[in-house]
């Protein structure tokens, strides 16, 4: 006679660490990613939040943290977040007007380092400065007619664009 028996087993599959962080990227693929902050902001700003992710599913294989390998610049970035914040005060008027960052994740992600390019946005901080050849006074002759030139000054401003 055939015999037969069945039992119900329960098979546990054990997760290993066989996943880097991934970086979220842009729907082309591509590892830039750009932000901006107005020039004079307050320290600790808030400038962008960059985002990974761990695909394994054991709790002790998905923590990591993120880090700013750009040295020397006036950004920072949160450990456990991914937010990048101002550390000094930027002045764009200084010639500087983008920043650009090299951010990972520890362990290393695979798709990473990523850049980050923070420009600088101007804001109306200037004020307009008469050139010393500008003359200051002039005299206008009781014949002069409408809309005739009287004197002409020059100023310049640090500001860009529309502020200047």
Do not use: C, M, W
């Amino acid at each position: 006679p055939i015999r037969s028996s069945s039992a119900f087993v329960v098979i546990h599959i054990l997760d290993v660490n066989d996943n880097s962080p991934l970086f979220v990227l842009d729907s082309d693929g591509g590892t830039l990613f750009s932000a901006a902050v107005v020039e004079n902001s307050p320290l600790k700003s808030f400038v962008t939040q960059i985002k990974a992710v761990d695909l394994d599913v054991s709790p002790q294989y998905t923590p990591f943290s993120y880090v700013l390998l750009s040295s020397g610049l006036p950004f920072s970035i949160e450990a456990n977040s991914g937010v990048i914040r101002t550390e000094d005060v930027i002045d764009r008027d200084n010639g500087v007007t983008e920043f650009e960052l090299l951010v990972d994740t520890v362990p290393l992600s695979s798709n990473g380092p990523v850049t980050v390019i923070v420009n600088i946005n101007d804001v109306n901080d200037n004020s307009p400065v008469f050139l010393s050849s500008t003359p200051s006074t002039a005299s206008v002759s009781e014949l002069a007619f409408s809309g005739q030139v009287v004197i002409l000054v020059t100023a310049l401003d640090a500001d860009e664009g529309g502020n200047g």
